[in-house]
């Protein structure tokens, strides 16, 4: 079995497929011609393919990844990288992802940001993600969605999520509560009691809402606006 690789010598190379092996160092080099890599099941714990500018199709599931970074593969169509255990950040804001057809990220229970161009577009189109992911256009972003859910969050129910123009909230203790909107830069949006909210004026993408108890207890959710459900 391969337990490395080094490509860059074969600059008129177009395809490569090297999955079941046992690859921990891989050398992409300035291969021009390269579109096609299936690298799956192997040891990887890194990879540079910003070399690769012609790169369309990137499958790389049950590796050692901590991150992937797919920004500078403006042609890239497909991606495949489930089943990576470490994996927690992938980056492909590349300004052309509407041109990606295919993005699969499932069974990767630390991957928490998965940064896009657009969070909404992303959100609505590429299905196959996990929900512990968020699709995130910034740093700031993925920094604010990192809230700590306790014991009490199970107890609170907000419905549709997803929503477009309403929110329901219920929180089965029955108790008064206050409620708190943030944008997911932190700013607050909107304060209130009612536990029905109208939330035509609010523009598409994530926002927290926050529950505070009559214990001072906090409650946190991530809730999305879409544009279409």
Request: hydrophobic share 35%.
């Given at each position: 079995m391969l337990e490395s690789l080094d490509i860059s010598n074969n600059?008129?190379?177009?395809?490569?497929s090297c999955p079941i092996n046992e690859i921990d160092t891989f050398i992409s080099g300035d291969n021009t011609m390269l579109d096609f890599i299936q690298i799956g099941n192997?040891?990887?714990?890194?990879?540079?393919?910003?070399?690769?500018?012609?790169?369309?199709?990137?499958?790389?599931?049950m590796n050692q990844f901590n991150t992937i970074d797919l920004s500078q593969n403006t042609n890239i169509?497909?991606?495949?990288?489930?089943m990576n255990s470490q994996l927690e950040t992938i980056d492909v804001r590349n300004g052309?992802?509407?041109?990606?057809?295919?993005?699969?990220?499932?069974?990767?229970p630390n991957l928490t940001c998965i940064f896009v161009n657009d969070a909404v577009f992303s959100t609505e189109n590429w299905l196959n993600v996990d929900d512990n992911?968020?699709?995130?256009?910034?740093?700031?972003?993925?920094?604010?969605?990192?809230?700590n859910e306790n014991s009490?969050?199970?107890?609170?129910?907000?419905?549709?999520?997803?929503?477009?123009?309403s929110l329901s909230i219920d929180y089965s203790n029955d108790e008064e509560f206050d409620i708190s909107v943030f944008d997911i830069l932190g700013k607050e949006i909107l304060k209130?009691?009612?536990?029905?909210?109208?939330?035509?004026?609010?523009?598409?993408?994530?926002?927290?809402?926050?529950?505070?108890?009559?214990?001072?207890?906090?409650?946190?959710?991530?809730?999305?606006?879409?544009?279409k459900l």
């Amino acid at each position: 079995m391969l337990e490395s690789l080094d490509i860059s010598n074969n600059l008129s190379l177009n395809h490569l497929s090297c999955p079941i092996n046992e690859i921990d160092t891989f050398i992409s080099g300035d291969n021009t011609m390269l579109d096609f890599i299936q690298i799956g099941n192997n040891n990887l714990t890194s990879i540079d393919v910003s070399n690769l500018v012609n790169l369309n199709t990137f499958y790389c599931i049950m590796n050692q990844f901590n991150t992937i970074d797919l920004s500078q593969n403006t042609n890239i169509e497909k991606i495949g990288c489930s089943m990576n255990s470490q994996l927690e950040t992938i980056d492909v804001r590349n300004g052309n992802n509407i041109n990606i057809t295919e993005f699969i990220s499932t069974d990767t229970p630390n991957l928490t940001c998965i940064f896009v161009n657009d969070a909404v577009f992303s959100t609505e189109n590429w299905l196959n993600v996990d929900d512990n992911s968020t699709f995130v256009e910034t740093v700031t972003e993925c920094e604010a969605l990192n809230i700590n859910e306790n014991s009490y969050t199970n107890k609170l129910s907000v419905y549709p999520n997803p929503f477009i123009n309403s929110l329901s909230i219920d929180y089965s203790n029955d108790e008064e509560f206050d409620i708190s909107v943030f944008d997911i830069l932190g700013k607050e949006i909107l304060k209130t009691r009612d536990s029905f909210i109208d939330t035509s004026s609010f523009k598409n993408g994530f926002y927290i809402l926050k529950i505070k108890l009559k214990n001072n207890k906090v409650l946190s959710k991530k809730i999305f606006k879409a544009g279409k459900l």
